[in-house]
Every structure is written in C-alpha cells, then in structure tokens.
C-alpha cells in the first residue's frame, strides 16, 4: 500500500516532468527509468525480503525523486523566461547553418541578437540531435535557418515539423541563396513565397547594382525600395541601401499575409548571368521581392531572404555606392535593416494587446446586460504595444469599433487619451437582436486584434413610449367631458323634478 | 568548431551546391579568384574584437592571443593591459598549483610583455617543466612544458634549459604517429587528429633546439617523411587553396579546419627553422596562404587570431614565403580609360622583393581561344603598384581573365618565395555602348502604317495605336567603342497594360541589329483579349555597359477583339498593402424618422371644440331649470344617495387616474371593489327612489 503511493506520487511528479521538459537531459531520463525499475521491482518481487536492502532501495528511490523535482522546479524558472502571452518576445533561438563557419562569418548579427537578450542555440543542419520539440513542448521560440544548400535537415526537423512550428506561432527566418535546395525552396512555397525556380539563377539588375572595384558582374544590388512601414523598420529611416546578392523570389498576390520588404528596383531580372538570355525571365522589375515577411493568423512572423549574405559581417560593413548615384556610404544599411527587420520578427515590436474592453450608458458607469435601442452607449478599450521589455500605450488615431449585426451598423473610430485608452461614444440603433461589438484591427506590421463583445439589444417597453401626446388631447378631452357630463346627468336624471 | 575558408565562405564550404557554377568557371581556367593581403580591415576587426574588460583579458590565453595579433598587426593604439596582465603572469608563475598548461600561456604572454619576472624564478619554473617532460604522457602535455621550456630559452639567456634525455622525449612523442600522418592526442586516445600532428612538429622542433646532444639523423628523417605522408590528407579548394580538415573533433572545442591549418603551418614552420632542407611544394604553401586569406575578416577573436598568427608564420618560414598577386580593381572602364593595376606584397601586406609582373595571356569568356602577349607590367616605385598604360589590344568591353605572372630575377629570391606559377584574373572591361538607329513602327502586313524615330537613351513620348491585324516593331542597334556588334545580357521589351497586367519580350539580334516584332493577331491570347492603353518599357543593360538604361518608349493602344466566353482570366493583380490595411470609412446608422404630427395649436383648438358640447349640456341643463327636489330628505337614503354619486366619482377619478398612472391590474383590481361597494348603495338608492315614486303614484 506504501509502495503504491509512493508510486503514484513518482508518477505524478514525472508527468509533471515530461509536460515541462525542455531541458531535462538524457541523465534525468535515465533517473527515471532507474526509478520506475526500482519501484517495479520494489512491488513486484516477492523474494525481497531482506528489510535493509528494500529501505536502501526506498531510499535511492527517494533521492531520486528529489532529483527530478529540483529538475523540474528549475525547469519552471527556465520555461518563465521564454515566450509568454505576457512577455511575447522570444528567449530562445534555435541557429541551423550548414557550416560552422558562418557564425564567424555572420558574428555581428548573432552578437546583436545575444546582446538583445536571446540565447542562440547552433546547430549544423545536419546535425542528428536536432529536436524543436520534446515531450509536445517547443524547446524553441523562434528558429534561424541559415543553411540554404541543405537538401535534409538531420534528427526529425523536415518541412512539417518546421511548419507546425510556425502553427503553434513560433517564428523563423530562413535566407536562401544561389545554391539553395529544394528543402528551403519548399518551406518558402508553404508560406507564399516562390524563390525563382531556375536553380542557376540571380537577381541581376544593370539599374541599380552596387559600384565596386572588384563585383563587376552586377549581380551585387544596392537596393533602397523599402516597404513604407515604422513598425516593420523601425522609426528611423534608411539611409543608405541594402547589399543584396542572391536570388529572387515573388510573392504570392492571393496572399494577403505576405509582405514584400525589400523590392528589386525596376531593371532588375533574376537570371543566370552566365548564360544567355534567351527565353524572358520568370522574375523582372519591381514584382521581384528581395526579402519578404509573413505574419500569420496566429501571428507567427517568418521572414525570408534571396540572400545570406545580406547578414553577413562583410556586407554589414562594407561601404555602398549605389550605381548612377554620387552618394557614397560609409557603411551600407545591411545592419540597421536586418537588426530592425528582426526585432520585429522576434516581437520585440508591433505587438499589441487589448485589455479592459468596457461599455456602458452614458452617464453610468456598470457594465448593462441589456441595451434598449437609442440609448447613448461608451465603449473603450486599452491597447498597448510590447516595447520588447515593458508594455507601452498604443497611439494610434484609426481604431474604429463596429457595433454589429450580421453587418456592422455603427463603425466609428475611436478617440485616443495618448495613454493607451481608446473610447467611442454613440447611439445604438433603433434595431433590436443580438449584437456585437468589434474591434477588427488590422494595420501592416502589427499583430492583429479581433475583438468581440456579444450584446442584445432589446426594443421598447409599452410603458416606454411617450404617453401624453398633445395631438391626442382632443380624444382625452371628449372623453373626461363625456365622464363628466354623465356625472351631472345622473344627479339631474335622478333627482330633478 | 569548424572553420573553413569565407570571404565567401559559404560558397566555399557548400562544395556540392557550388560545383556546377565551378564547373562553368573551370572550364574557363582552373583558378580564377583574388586573395587580397591583410588589409586595414583586419587591424580595425582586431581592435573591436579584442578589448579588454577594465583592463585585462578574461584568460592568459586570450591575452597572448590579442596581444600576438596586434604584434603581428602592427597596432601602435593597442589598448593598455600591461600591468593588469603581467600582475596575472606573476600570479601564475609563482603559484605551485599552476600546471605546465598554465605555465605555457603565462611565459607567452611574458615573451611578448616582458614582464619582470627573476631569474631564480625562472630556474624554478624550469625544473617544474622538466619533471613535466618527463611525467608527460600526452602530446598536449609535452607540447605545452616543451614550448614553456623553449619560451624562457628566448626570455632568458642565464637559465639552463637543455634536456639531456632529449632522444628518449623525441622517441617518446613519435610513439604517437600514427600511419596516415596523423597523430593521436595521447597514447590511451586511439582516435588521430590533423591538429595533434601539427602539435607534434612543433613540439619536436622544440625538442630538437633544446637538445644537449645531437639528434639521431634518422629520427628527424623519418619525422621528415611523416610530414610528406600528412600532405597527403591536404585538402583543395576549387579557387586553388589548400586547407587541412579534422574530422575528429573533441570536447575542447576549436577543431576544424581553421585550427588543424594552423596547427600544422606552425609545426611545420617551427620544423623547418630547426632542420635543413624540407621540401613542400611551394603551391601547396601557397595554397595554405590563400586559404587564410580567403577567410576575410573572420567575425571572432580565436578565428582572427589563427588567421593572423599563421599568416605570420608562412611570411616568415624558411621553406618558401608565398607571395600575393592582388589587383586593387578588376573592374576597367574604357571611358574613364582606368590603368591596368597589380599589387604584389607578402601575405601580410608588406612591399616585395623587387621582381616583374608580366601579363601573359588574355581569355576572353565565351571563348576558349586566348591571346598570348608576355606584356611586362610597368613598375611605380611610389605606390609600389604595377601598371600597365594601355590595355592589351583587342580588348574591348567585356569579361575577360588576365593570366599573371611574377618573375623573380634574383635566384636567390626565386628559391625563398613561392609565387604560384601563373595567376588569373577576372577582370570585366566596361565601356558606353552606342545606341544608334532606334525606331518603332506599325506594320499592317509588311506595310509601314507609321513609324518613329527613337533618342535613346533618352527621353521618348510614342503615341501609336494598332489592332489584333498589325504588328509592332522595334528596332536598334548596339556597338561597342571600338565598333563592334555588342551583346547585351539583357534587352527586354515590357508592355504594361493600364491593369497592371505585364508582359515581357526578349529583343533578339542579328549581329548589331536587334530587331522585335509582337505579331499582335498571335499574342491576342496572351494578352488576354485586353484593349487599351499598353506602356512600352525598353531595358538594354549589361555587366559591362556603363549606359545600361531602362527607358519608358511611351505607349500603344492595342484595339483587340472582345474575350470569348472561355478565355483565361488575367492573373490577379497583389493589392496594394498601404491600401489593404489602412481605417475602413466610417458607418453612422440612420434612425427611422418619426412620424409627422400636427402642431400643438390644432389639438388644443379641437380639444375646445370638443369641450364646447359639455358646456352647452351645462348650460342646457341650467336653461332646463335643474333642482334637486326629489333629493332624499331622510338621512339613510341621503347618505345612501351621496355613497352611490361618491362611488361614482371614485370610478370616474380611478379612470383618471388610470390615465395619469396606474396601470391597468390596479385599475381593474380597485374597480372591482368600487363596482361591489356601488352595486349595494346603488341598489338600496335606486330602490329607494323606486318606492318613493311608487308612494307618489298610489298616492
């Protein structure tokens, strides 16, 4: 009976363990295994009947809980950390490239992003311990795919479990270049983004390419046509272009979620330079996206890059001269660009939240559970923006409300107080059933926010209406005069003489 | 961790992704890529990548290793550790616990610092390290007493650091080679490492110089012939450097091929500045050079410090001192008419022995056929830069590779420096591309209908309009400077349709004529039976066309027959993301108007109206002569007769009231009661009154 207990409470404390497990190494595994063997021995064996050896069996059972429970204790405290509702930007990257020498090679970018808080986590993509999940817990928040030539990624990463990864609303960066494989181009594919089909092929662009002493056949681009978006690219502007050397891609237009960050400039093509040219590019002009961003439903970000060099400490560095322009760079816009566009990939920006959705008449301050048409209604709500460490108030002045009934009947935009509160004040129709409010915020670069309130709305009462109507006074006044008439008229019927 | 070569590292490293554009290049010639020297970029990297927390590094280790590299570097502004350091150089030599490791780093560090550090001290530390010699049992172990011994030999003259046993130590290491070349870390490790066996060399070399007695000579010729059988494993890069990989890699971490490279560089520089006579083919040593260079500027410290500490070692090694051929650009503008320039510098970027650049050949991409010229390249002492004036004749715009060759006239010279045979070149040759005889014309038929003549580049306004029956063309032609036909990589037509809807043409060519007709009865289809206004864009631009243009030519309304039912839909166009995102229009709801009433005036009129017939009963009734006479003199009846009129009243008011307030439950409930109570005094009142007048009547 003691052993049984005990039993259920070791399992209690694994499944414990196995639901949090993110960091619990092989070591604990083992532990739990001993564990389980000992308890099963414990129960099981009938011939154990020496007394110390079964205490000294109990014992190393004991401790062995212990060890798991410090565990998973410690585990809380490093699962606190990670992506939460309340603290939605990530902790913990995982880096895949196809050669270690990237992280020497690309070091600027990963330090910046270590240095911001996050802890990268590399791996060659090959590697056979690759694992975004164990136990169904995402031991990740975001992921960097850095390795464009891998054609298999090892242990049981593949196409799905990278989607399902950005499902659950995890994030990813994935940059391709010329010798990116099918592997790469098929996760671009899911998310709406064609990267050019010709293997062979560049972005080329005899418009707008990069002057250099030594890149002479243009296939190095100095790109400026940046999506007009402060959330996406931070407040301050770009000023020098962007080094880009690598392959194209379009977007998807069906695809709403889909935007393109960086475009080619309009005398760009993506061919294969060494060639001729002899049948038209499948990618020409502006429709060619550079780097593009996707933000889900569910407000997963990815972005993706032709290029993997445009994150490289060279380019970072280098200075920029754009063709046909006389503005010479100390330094190319590589790093603000790719260090704003990922604080944004890794919310560290555009992320709102709603809070304190309230409504009521005017004048009174309880929430009603019913509104009688025509009454004058408030609504408000509370939106702020993560900054990347704390919440900040929102300031907008295009939130609107819909009040809303199969369609909305009142859309109105919301005023601001510049601390984060938004109000609105209007009638309600003179419709009654059941209605909605509803806050559909959708801007570029942000999270979405789809709020609903469900309300009824109810008509008149008969005691409700307006009761002494002037027009009606004749009727009222015929009819007291009769009343009163037949009043006189019984004392004269009945006692005149 | 695993390094490999990365200017454009990961083109390198992705080997097989890379092949095919190799293979397109190889075919060209075999190596054709640029290593520049160390540049002013290293020098700033080094200073960024190594600084120094509040005065000191985090391990000796590093500090060697920072303060190596600015040696190397030659950073006069290299920030101040000094004393922090060599308080913890002090530390580490006096403290026993200290390990021959540790020793190893802090008399490094103190070769480079100069720290004050006894005598005494200093024999002290030698007989530690000699015990480690002899208890040593792994290679790191020997490598690390061994170089700590060697390090106070050069640090001081007045110790004795001579190892007696010296054949028996060099016996013992070899013990470790393995037959690949390859050596093991220790003896219980089976495992063998490109790294440990640069290790080794340079703990031999060691061994070698502080050796009391002479070495066994067949010894240090079998150690010769390990070195020959470990070139064997070098590795090669398609860009003709050499690299060594380690496959093994242990828990300390740096092992690739960064770090095996400079291992074995090192041993085999310390090797053979203790032995005579050790030949490596110099483009292998070359080879090495290029594959340090071909990193770049490596993004960490430890990466940079192998870089440059290597590259140190090859500038200075007795076997062959790689020389590099550099050009500042390999983009030549004929208009500008840019000079053909070559830099030649030892690794490290200084001046070289004097010598002479001869240009040997010129490959024109395309073609495999290449012009022999041996051209000696002018020499200008003051920017130490080779030039030649003109360019070689026949080279007009275009890609080319320029087949280099340094010659050394002094035979000494050519002995101690490797240069590698010949180096090639990418060079591209830019010019201004006439653009001549540009029209655009409809044709109906093979008919003329109009036609325009074209400035380009330059600004143009066609206005033409066509239907499904005619065609239209373009056409141009393109020379060169030295007026040859020229082909751009890209000559694109592109015609926009007002929906956005695109379409784009290649324009072909027929020597310098180029030459498009868009047959619009067969691209009607294509089109997608669109009428309207279609712009014309023209793109001509290539590598080395410095007047690459993309010129709106105007535009051409096309008259097309209308869409029959099953033609295809023109693909969507994507929507403007500023538009799909921004504030919906506002939604105010209109409220039902209420109904129209008469005013107030006319009600209160018909309310007196309907007044006036109650006053004219009054007044009748006052006309009439109304008395109470048969009111009930006695006074029950009386009473009886003033309850009845009072319940009376009471309905009468309750309906008043009923009006003004209650509702209608009150109303009946109070009615009911009033009703009973009217119903008993109306009967006793109204009978009474019935016998009153029945009395009269019988009366």
Same mark, same amino acid.
């Given at each position: 009976?003691?052993?049984?207990?005990?039993?259920?409470?070791?399992?209690?404390?694994?499944?414990?363990?196995?639901?949090?497990?993110?960091?619990?190494?092989?070591?604990?595994?083992?532990?739990?295994?001993?564990?389980?063997?000992?308890?099963?021995?414990?129960?099981?064996?009938?011939?154990?009947?020496?007394?110390?050896?079964?205490?000294?069996?109990?014992?190393?059972?004991?401790?062995?809980?212990?060890?798991?429970?410090?565990?998973?204790?410690?585990?809380?405290?490093?699962?606190?950390?990670?992506?939460?509702?309340?603290?939605?930007?990530?902790?913990?990257?995982?880096?895949?490239?196809?050669?270690?020498?990237?992280?020497?090679?690309?070091?600027?970018?990963?330090?910046?992003?270590?240095?911001?808080?996050?802890?990268?986590?590399?791996?060659?993509?090959?590697?056979?311990?690759?694992?975004?999940?164990?136990?169904?817990?995402?031991?990740?928040?975001?992921?960097?795919?850095?390795?464009?030539?891998?054609?298999?990624?090892? *242990?049981?990463?593949?196409?799905?479990?990278?989607?399902?990864?950005?499902?659950?609303?995890?994030?990813?960066?994935?940059?391709?270049?010329?010798?990116?494989?099918?592997?790469?181009?098929?996760?671009?594919?899911?998310? *709406?983004?064609?990267?050019?089909?010709?293997?062979?092929?560049?972005?080329?662009?005899?418009?707008?390419?990069?002057?250099?002493?030594?890149?002479?056949?243009?296939?190095?681009?100095?790109?400026?046509?940046?999506?007009?978006?402060?959330?996406?690219?931070?407040?301050?502007?770009?000023?020098?272009?962007?080094?880009?050397?690598?392959?194209?891609?379009?977007?998807?237009?069906?695809?709403?979620?889909?935007?393109?960050?960086?475009?080619?400039?309009?005398?760009?093509?993506?061919?294969?330079?060494?060639?001729?040219?002899?049948?038209?590019?499948?990618?020409?002009?502006?429709?060619?996206?550079?780097?593009?961003?996707?933000?889900?439903?569910?407000?997963?970000?990815?972005?993706?890059?032709?290029?993997?060099?445009?994150?490289?400490?060279?380019?970072?560095?280098?200075?920029?001269?754009?063709?046909?322009?006389?503005?010479?760079?100390?330094?190319?816009?590589?790093?603000?660009?790719?260090?704003?566009?990922?604080?944004?990939?890794?919310?560290?920006?555009?992320?709102?939240?709603?809070?304190?959705?309230?409504?009521?008449?005017?004048?009174?301050?309880?929430?009603?559970?019913?509104?009688?048409?025509?009454?004058?209604?408030?609504?408000?709500?509370?939106?702020?923006?993560?900054?990347?460490?704390?919440?900040?108030?929102?300031?907008?002045?295009?939130?609107?409300?819909?009040?809303?009934?199969?369609?909305?009947?009142?859309?109105?935009?919301?005023?601001?107080?510049?601390?984060?509160?938004?109000?609105?004040?209007?009638?309600?129709?003179?419709?009654?059933?059941?209605?909605?409010?509803?806050?559909?915020?959708?801007?570029?670069?942000?999270?979405?926010?789809?709020?609903?309130?469900?309300?009824?709305?109810?008509?008149?009462?008969?005691?409700?209406?307006?009761?002494?109507?002037?027009?009606?006074?004749?009727?009222?006044?015929?009819?007291?005069?009769?009343?009163?008439?037949?009043?006189?008229?019984?004392?004269?019927?009945?006692?005149?003489? | 961790?695993?390094?490999?070569?990365?200017?454009?590292?990961?083109?390198?490293?992705?080997?097989?992704?890379?092949?095919?554009?190799?293979?397109?290049?190889?075919?060209?010639?075999?190596?054709?890529?640029?290593?520049?020297?160390?540049?002013?970029?290293?020098?700033?990297?080094?200073?960024?990548?190594?600084?120094?927390?509040?005065?000191?590094?985090?391990?000796?280790?590093?500090?060697?290793?920072?303060?190596?590299?600015?040696?190397?570097?030659?950073?006069?502004?290299?920030?101040?550790?000094?004393?922090?350091?060599?308080?913890?150089?002090?530390?580490?030599?006096?403290?026993?616990?200290?390990?021959?490791?540790?020793?190893?780093?802090?008399?490094?560090?103190?070769?480079?610092?100069?720290?004050?550090?006894?005598?005494?001290?200093?024999?002290?530390?030698?007989?530690?390290?000699?015990?480690?010699?002899?208890?040593?049992?792994?290679?790191?172990?020997?490598?690390?007493?061994?170089?700590?011994?060697?390090?106070?030999?050069?640090?001081?003259?007045?110790?004795?650091?001579?190892?007696?046993?010296?054949?028996?130590?060099?016996?013992?290491?070899?013990?470790?080679?393995?037959?690949?070349?390859?050596?093991?870390?220790?003896?219980?490790?089976?495992?063998?490492?490109?790294?440990?066996?640069?290790?080794?060399?340079?703990?031999?070399?060691?061994?070698?110089?502080?050796?009391?007695?002479?070495?066994?000579?067949?010894?240090?010729?079998?150690?010769?012939?390990?070195?020959?059988?470990?070139?064997?494993?070098?590795?090669?890069?398609?860009?003709?450097?050499?690299?060594?990989?380690?496959?093994?890699?242990?828990?300390?971490?740096?092992?690739?091929?960064?770090?095996?490279?400079?291992?074995?560089?090192?041993?085999?520089?310390?090797?053979?500045?203790?032995?005579?006579?050790?030949?490596?083919?110099?483009?292998?040593?070359?080879?090495?050079?290029?594959?340090?260079?071909?990193?770049?500027?490596?993004?960490?410290?430890?990466?940079?410090?192998?870089?440059?500490?290597?590259?140190?070692?090859?500038?200075?090694?007795?076997?062959?001192?790689?020389?590099?051929?550099?050009?500042?650009?390999?983009?030549?503008?004929?208009?500008?008419?840019?000079?053909?320039?070559?830099?030649?510098?030892?690794?490290?970027?200084?001046?070289?022995?004097?010598?002479?650049?001869?240009?040997?050949?010129?490959?024109?991409?395309?073609?495999?056929?290449?012009?022999?010229?041996?051209?000696?390249?002018?020499?200008?002492?003051?920017?130490?830069?080779?030039?030649?004036?003109?360019?070689?004749?026949?080279?007009?715009?275009?890609?080319?590779?320029?087949?280099?060759?340094?010659?050394?006239?002094?035979?000494?010279?050519?002995?101690?420096?490797?240069?590698?045979?010949?180096?090639?070149?990418?060079?591209?040759?830019?010019?201004?591309?006439?653009?001549?005889?540009?029209?655009?014309?409809?044709?109906? *038929?093979?008919?003329?209908?109009?036609?325009?003549?074209?400035?380009?580049?330059?600004?143009?306004?066609?206005?033409?309009?066509?239907?499904?029956?005619?065609?239209?063309?373009?056409?141009?032609?393109?020379?060169?400077?030295?007026?040859?036909?020229?082909?751009?990589?890209?000559?694109?037509?592109?015609?926009?349709?007002?929906?956005?809807?695109?379409?784009?043409?290649?324009?072909?060519?027929?020597?310098?004529?180029?030459?498009?007709?868009?047959?619009?009865?067969?691209?009607?289809?294509?089109?997608?039976?669109?009428?309207?206004?279609?712009?014309?864009?023209?793109?001509?631009?290539?590598?080395?066309?410095?007047?690459?243009?993309?010129?709106?030519?105007?535009?051409?309304?096309?008259?097309?027959?209308?869409?029959?039912?099953?033609?295809?839909?023109?693909?969507?166009?994507?929507?403007?993301?500023?538009?799909?995102?921004?504030?919906?229009?506002?939604?105010?709801?209109?409220?039902?108007?209420?109904?129209?009433?008469?005013?107030?005036?006319?009600?209160?009129?018909?309310?007196?109206?309907?007044?006036?017939?109650?006053?004219?009963?009054?007044?009748?009734?006052?006309?009439?002569?109304?008395?109470?006479?048969?009111?009930?003199?006695?006074?029950?009846?009386?009473?009886?007769?003033?309850?009845?009129?009072?319940?009376?009243?009471?309905?009468?008011?309750?309906?008043?009231?009923?009006?003004?307030?209650?509702?209608?439950?009150?109303?009946?409930?109070?009615?009911?009661?009033?009703?009973?109570?009217?119903?008993?005094?109306?009967?006793?009142?109204?009978?009474?009154?019935?016998?009153?007048?029945?009395?009269?009547?019988?009366?």
């Amino acid at each position: 009976m003691r052993n049984d207990s005990k039993r259920r409470s070791n399992y209690t404390e694994s499944t414990n363990a196995t639901n949090l497990n993110a960091e619990l190494e092989r070591n604990e595994r083992n532990h739990l295994v001993n564990v389980q063997s000992l308890l099963t021995l414990l129960t099981s064996d009938p011939n154990l009947k020496n007394p110390k050896a079964r205490r000294i069996l109990v014992n190393m059972a004991k401790f062995t809980i212990a060890t798991i429970f410090v565990a998973s204790i410690s585990l809380l405290l490093a699962l606190t950390r990670s992506f939460s509702v309340e603290n939605p930007t990530d902790r913990r990257i995982l880096v895949l490239l196809d050669d270690l020498a990237l992280k020497s090679s690309h070091s600027i970018f990963f330090t910046s992003l270590q240095a911001r808080g996050f802890e990268l986590d590399f791996k060659l993509s090959d590697d056979p311990k690759i694992a975004l999940q164990r136990y169904g817990q995402y031991l990740y928040d975001g992921l960097v795919l850095f390795s464009p030539t891998t054609e298999r990624f090892g *242990g049981s990463l593949d196409v799905a479990a990278v989607l399902d990864f950005v499902d659950s609303g995890k994030d990813l960066i994935v940059a391709a270049d010329a010798t990116a494989s099918d592997l790469i181009r098929n996760i671009a594919a899911e998310c *709406g983004v064609d990267f050019d089909e010709d293997p062979s092929a560049v972005v080329i662009d005899h418009g707008s390419y990069a002057v250099s002493g030594t890149e002479g056949d243009h296939t190095l681009i100095a790109a400026d046509d940046f999506i007009q978006s402060d959330v996406l690219l931070g407040s301050t502007k770009i000023e020098a272009p962007v080094l880009f050397k690598g392959i194209g891609h379009s977007v998807n237009p069906a695809n709403s979620l889909v935007l393109k960050v960086l475009s080619a400039s309009p005398s760009a093509y993506s061919a294969n330079p060494k060639s001729k040219l002899s049948t038209p590019p499948s990618l020409f002009g502006s429709s060619i996206s550079l780097v593009s961003v996707v933000q889900a439903r569910n407000n997963a970000r990815v972005l993706f890059s032709g290029s993997l060099d445009l994150f490289s400490n060279k380019f970072f560095k280098s200075p920029v001269q754009k063709a046909g322009s006389s503005n010479k760079y100390e330094k190319s816009g590589n790093q603000q660009f790719v260090t704003e566009l990922s604080k944004w990939v890794f919310h560290e920006r555009g992320h709102l939240k709603a809070v304190n959705v309230r409504h009521h008449r005017v004048g009174e301050t309880d929430e009603p559970a019913i509104y009688r048409i025509n009454d004058d209604l408030e609504y408000s709500v509370e939106i702020y923006e993560w900054s990347g460490s704390s919440w900040e108030p929102y300031v907008a002045s295009d939130v609107q409300v819909q009040f809303y009934m199969m369609s909305p009947y009142v859309l109105k935009t919301m005023s601001t107080d510049k601390k984060g509160l938004f109000h609105a004040s209007f009638k309600v129709p003179d419709v009654y059933g059941v209605f909605q409010f509803k806050v559909e915020y959708q801007r570029l670069g942000y999270t979405s926010l789809s709020l609903a309130k469900q309300i009824p709305v109810r008509p008149f009462r008969h005691n409700e209406y307006e009761r002494f109507i002037p027009t009606a006074f004749p009727y009222y006044g015929a009819s007291f005069s009769t009343m009163a008439g037949f009043f006189i008229f019984s004392f004269v019927y009945l006692y005149s003489k | 961790m695993k390094i490999s070569p990365a200017e454009d590292s990961q083109a390198m490293a992705r080997k097989v992704g890379i092949i095919a554009v190799l293979l397109a290049v190889a075919s060209i010639c075999e190596a054709v890529a640029i290593f520049h020297p160390i540049s002013e970029s290293h020098r700033s990297a080094a200073l960024e990548l190594f600084s120094p927390v509040a005065g000191s590094f985090s391990s000796l280790e590093e500090a060697y290793e920072a303060l190596r590299t600015f040696e190397v570097l030659g950073i006069e502004k290299k920030p101040d550790v000094k004393d922090h350091t060599c308080n913890s150089v002090v530390d580490t030599l006096s403290l026993m616990s200290s390990n021959s490791r540790d020793l190893y780093h802090a008399l490094r560090v103190n070769g480079l610092l100069k720290c004050e550090i006894s005598n005494e001290a200093l024999t002290g530390i030698v007989s530690r390290l000699k015990d480690a010699v002899k208890d040593a049992t792994s290679l790191l172990d020997y490598y690390h007493s061994i170089g700590g011994l060697l390090l106070i030999k050069d640090q001081s003259s007045e110790v004795d650091v001579l190892l007696e046993n010296a054949d028996g130590t060099l016996r013992s290491i070899k013990a470790l080679s393995q037959s690949d070349g390859r050596w093991r870390y220790s003896s219980s490790n089976p495992e063998s490492s490109t790294r440990a066996a640069g290790l080794a060399f340079e703990t031999i070399s060691g061994v070698i110089s502080l050796a009391a007695s002479a070495i066994d000579e067949t010894l240090i010729g079998t150690l010769k012939k390990d070195i020959m059988k470990l070139f064997d494993s070098i590795e090669k890069y398609d860009d003709g450097s050499y690299y060594f990989d380690d496959k093994h890699i242990d828990a300390s971490g740096h092992q690739g091929p960064l770090s095996a490279t400079s291992a074995v560089v090192r041993g085999l520089t310390a090797f053979a500045s203790t032995s005579e006579s050790l030949n490596i083919p110099e483009d292998k040593i070359l080879g090495l050079a290029r594959f340090f260079l071909g990193i770049g500027v490596p993004g960490n410290s430890k990466d940079l410090y192998y870089q440059i500490d290597t590259l140190s070692h090859l500038e200075n090694n007795r076997v062959s001192v790689p020389l590099v051929l550099s050009l500042p650009a390999t983009v030549l503008s004929l208009t500008s008419k840019d000079k053909l320039k070559v830099k030649v510098s030892t690794v490290l970027g200084s001046s070289a022995p004097p010598l002479s650049v001869k240009l040997m050949q010129v490959f024109s991409s395309g073609s495999k056929d290449a012009s022999v010229l041996n051209k000696d390249l002018h020499f200008d002492p003051k920017e130490a830069i080779y030039s030649l004036d003109d360019l070689p004749e026949g080279v007009d715009i275009g890609e080319y590779v320029f087949a280099f060759e340094i010659v050394l006239s002094d035979p000494e010279y050519k002995r101690k420096f490797a240069t590698g045979g010949r180096t090639k070149v990418p060079v591209h040759v830019t010019g201004v591309v006439k653009v001549d005889n540009a029209k655009a014309a409809v044709l109906e *038929g093979d008919v003329v209908e109009s036609e325009k003549k074209l400035d380009l580049p330059g600004k143009n306004d066609l206005a033409l309009s066509a239907n499904h029956l005619q065609k239209l063309r373009l056409s141009f032609m393109l020379t060169t400077p030295f007026g040859k036909p020229f082909k751009p990589h890209q000559a694109l037509l592109k015609l926009r349709h007002e929906t956005g809807v695109e379409h784009i043409f290649v324009v072909e060519n027929s020597g310098r004529h180029f030459e498009i007709t868009l047959d619009f009865l067969g691209l009607v289809e294509k089109f997608f039976y669109l009428s309207g206004q279609y712009n014309i864009d023209l793109t001509v631009g290539d590598a080395v066309m410095e007047n690459s243009f993309l010129e709106p030519l105007g535009s051409v309304e096309l008259d097309l027959p209308k869409a029959p039912e099953k033609a295809t839909q023109p693909p969507p166009q994507a929507a403007n993301p500023y538009l799909r995102y921004g504030p919906k229009a506002e939604i105010a709801h209109i409220f039902r108007a209420p109904e129209k009433r008469p005013p107030q005036e006319v009600s209160f009129a018909f309310l007196g109206l309907v007044l006036v017939p109650f006053l004219a009963f009054l007044v009748g009734l006052l006309r009439l002569g109304v008395n109470f006479k048969n009111f009930p003199t006695s006074a029950i009846p009386a009473t009886f007769a003033i309850l009845f009129h009072g319940g009376i009243a009471a309905v009468l008011i309750l309906y008043v009231l009923f009006w003004l307030k209650l509702d209608l439950f009150t109303t009946l409930k109070t009615l009911g009661l009033i009703g009973i109570f009217l119903m008993f005094v109306g009967h006793r009142t109204l009978s009474h009154l019935a016998s009153t007048s029945a009395k009269l009547k019988s009366a």
